[in-house]
């Protein structure tokens, strides 16, 4: 059933008066944002007592709203309910959610701090739900606090005492956010380039450790916080990473690498075959003109695989826009990488250095294009989607 309200609001900023109005359902409730502006004619204290500004009428105590639950967590959205008293209930008029960042004691002091919002919803039946990508951003930890509130007939508001402190945290990206992202990457994949290799580079201990205490073998790590804050292998899956990309006027890897000065070479059927499965994971940029699209080869039926099915868009490793495996008249592989973005390549298996050679590279070791735990740039519209950075 269908419950039509209308919110509206008074927000003063800058001499401007703005009313909004909606509807909506039961379940998924307009929210007024209020970041950086102040109530005209009523301010929120959030010191767990009632307002005692002049814009708050005082009359009979309204219901404080008890134990909170918060469910159905998205990256940029959430379901919030309450219990409360009965007593006055039928006065209530609006609810006042105050939702803020969680305090980082870590945080750099001098960093400018995050503006807490306040939500007003008009009273409608509970579970209501809370959607925004202005104000939500995915993995990240919140507080939230709920008062009731009564709008009197003169416009000021009774309101009911601040509820108890309750903490949450956002989801990551589903598959639904990340195909958003795989389409506004093949916007600029560009042209197809033949390669033959996949490549990794590292310093000379790297690969002694390798050889010496890891039974010849490169072991998984897990994945860096680089990229979307979104991205669901961030922290979670385990891989190494490789890089395929070649210069077009060469058709072989490029001598600069910003890892190290040596490299792990292999043929790139061992890695990439259609005994694997290909995922595409993820599609950022570091403020500058470079764009990176991340994927995800998984042997079949590996732990990887299994991760990646979950959570990420599988890719048809003989027909997408961004690396392929195809065969050719006479049965080989045949593999192709898309030009104009850099790919970084996660295999989630351990490889033996037996499979490849390992030697040093003739270029320059260039630091400032690493991307690890690299931030991706929030304002950049070729790679942004409308949730949650």
Partial sequence: MNHSFSLSLVVERSSLIYNASSEETREDVSLM?????????LHLSFSGNKSLDSGIAEMEELPVPQNIKISNITC??????????????ER??????DL????NKNANKFKHKDVPTKLVAKAVPLPMTVRGHWFLSPRTEYTVAVQTASKQGDGDYAVSEWSEIIEFCTADYSTVHLTQLLEKAEVIAGRMLRFSVFYRNQHKEYFDHAREAQNNKMLLSVKDNSGSHGSPISGKLEGIFFSCNTEFNTGKPPQDSPYGRYRFQLPAKELFSPKTNLYFADFYCMYTAYHYVILVIAPKGSSGDEFCKQRLPALDLANNRFMTCS???DGQLVFHHAQDVILEVIYTDPVDLSLGTVAEISGHQLMSLSTVNAKK???CKTCNISVGR
Avoid: A
């Avoid at 940029?76 to 209930?89: A, N, Q, T």
């Fill in 33 to 41: 944002v209020l970041r950086q502006l102040r109530l005209h004619c």
């Fill in 76 to 89: 940029d959205s959430f379901k919030i309910c309450w219990d409360m008293d009965s007593r006055s209930k």
């Fill in 92 to 97: 209530i008029t609006h609810y006042f959610i």
């Fill in 100 to 103: 803020n960042k969680k305090e």
């Fill in 327 to 329: 065969e050719d008249e």
């Fill in 377 to 379: 740039d929030p304002s």
